[in-house]
C-alpha cells in the first residue's frame, strides 16, 4: 500500500489546516483570560481595570465579604460630635438651669452691664443713697392700675395726668405736652425690656440706660439715688440733655422688682425740669408700686 505524506498535500490544504490551527490556539487563549478576569472581579477587593473612582467624601459602610475600608482621622470626632448634638447627652443643655415659667433666663454673665459702664452718656452707679423728697405737692389716690402683663399695680394720678395709649409699655400715664418741648413727662410700666441680670441692680442699671431713648438726642444720666427696695431696686437720676442750644433736664426714676413666675417688672417715670412742680410726683409713683 503506499503512504500518504505532507508533502504530497497541496500548499493551499497545508494553509487552511495551519489557519484554522492558529484560529483555534487563540481561542483557547481568549477563554482562559475571560475567566481569570471574571475570577479576579468577584474577589474582596476586586475591580475592573482601567477605571478609578473618584473619592468620596465620607467611605462607604464594608459590606459581606469586602475589607473595611481605612477611617480618616476626623471621622470619629464627626460622628461623636453628631452623637453629642441629641439634647439628652449634651453637656451644654445638661449643665443650663431649667427655664423659667415664661421662658427668660438672667444672662450668664455681667458682660452687658461693663458694656452699658463704658457707654458716656451713663456713669459708675453711687454708693447706695435713698430717694429724698422731690418738689412739689403730694398727691394722694386710692385708684390703681393694675399691670397684669407685668404683675405689678400702681397709682392712677388724677388731672393733669391721663392715661394714653401705652404701647410699646403696659400701661402709660402722661401730662400735658409743654410747647416748644418735644419730651413729654410719662409714667408707664412694663416688663423689663432689657436683658435680665442675676442681681436686681445691675438689671435697674441696665433698665435706666435703656430709658434714654425716650428722652431727647444725646441724653446723659447724672445719679441721685441708688438704693434697694422690697423683691427689687430703684434707681433715680437727672436726664441732662440741650433743646436749642440750652441745657435742659429731667427728673426721671425706675424701679425694678422680681415677679413671682415671671420676668421682672418695671416702673419708669420722667418729668421735664418745665414740670418740676409735679417732681414729687416720682416720690408717690415709686412708692406706689405693688406686686398683684
Same mark, same amino acid.
Given at each position: ?53 473618584? $473619592?468620596?467624601?465620607?467611605? $462607604?459602610?464594608?459590606? $459581606? ?9 476626623? !471621622?470619629?470626632?464627626? !460622628? ?26 438672667? !444672662? ?6 461693663? !458694656? ?12 447706695? =443713697? ?9 398727691? =394722694? ?152
Amino acid at each position: 500500500m503506499r503512504r500518504s505524506r505532507i508533502g504530497d498535500l497541496p500548499m493551499r490544504v497545508i494553509y487552511r489546516i495551519l489557519a484554522v490551527g492558529v484560529a483555534l490556539v487563540l481561542a483557547a487563549v481568549a477563554a482562559v483570560v475571560g475567566f481569570v478576569s471574571s475570577g479576579s472581579s468577584d474577589q474582596p477587593g476586586g475591580g475592573k481595570t482601567g477605571q478609578i473612582a473618584a $473619592p468620596s467624601a465620607a467611605p $462607604p459602610s464594608p459590606g $459581606p465579604g469586602s475589607p473595611e475600608p481605612s477611617t480618616p482621622v476626623s !471621622a470619629p470626632a464627626s !460622628a461623636s460630635a453628631s452623637e453629642q448634638a441629641s439634647p439628652s447627652e449634651s453637656p451644654a443643655e445638661t449643665a443650663a438651669p431649667s427655664p423659667s415659667p415664661e421662658g427668660w433666663e438672667p !444672662a450668664p454673665d455681667r458682660s452687658a452691664v461693663i !458694656a452699658a459702664l463704658a457707654d458716656p452718656r451713663v456713669p459708675e452707679l453711687p454708693r447706695d =443713697k435713698r430717694l429724698g423728697r422731690l418738689p412739689g405737692k403730694a398727691y =394722694k389716690s386710692k385708684r390703681r392700675i393694675e399691670d397684669d402683663r407685668s404683675g405689678v399695680s400702681l397709682i392712677r394720678f388724677g388731672k393733669p395726668w391721663k392715661v394714653f395709649g401705652a404701647s410699646p409699655f403696659s400701661t402709660k400715664q402722661v401730662l400735658p405736652k409743654v410747647k416748644g418741648i418735644a419730651h413729654r413727662a410719662m409714667l408707664v410700666s412694663c416688663p423689663v425690656p432689657i436683658l435680665v441680670q442675676r442681681k436686681a441692680k445691675d438689671t435697674a442699671l441696665l433698665a435706666a440706660r435703656w430709658t434714654l431713648n425716650h428722652h431727647p438726642k444725646g441724653s446723659r444720666i447724672a445719679w441721685v439715688a441708688s438704693q434697694p427696695i422690697k423683691d427689687g431696686w430703684l434707681l433715680a437720676y437727672r436726664v441732662k440733655y440741650k433743646i436749642k442750644s440750652k441745657t435742659r433736664s429731667s427728673m426721671a426714676a425706675l424701679a425694678v422688682v422680681e415677679a413671682p413666675g415671671a420676668k421682672p417688672a418695671m416702673l419708669f417715670v420722667t418729668i421735664p425740669d418745665t414740670q418740676s412742680k409735679r417732681w414729687r410726683d416720682i416720690n408717690t409713683a415709686v412708692s406706689s408700686l405693688r406686686l398683684e
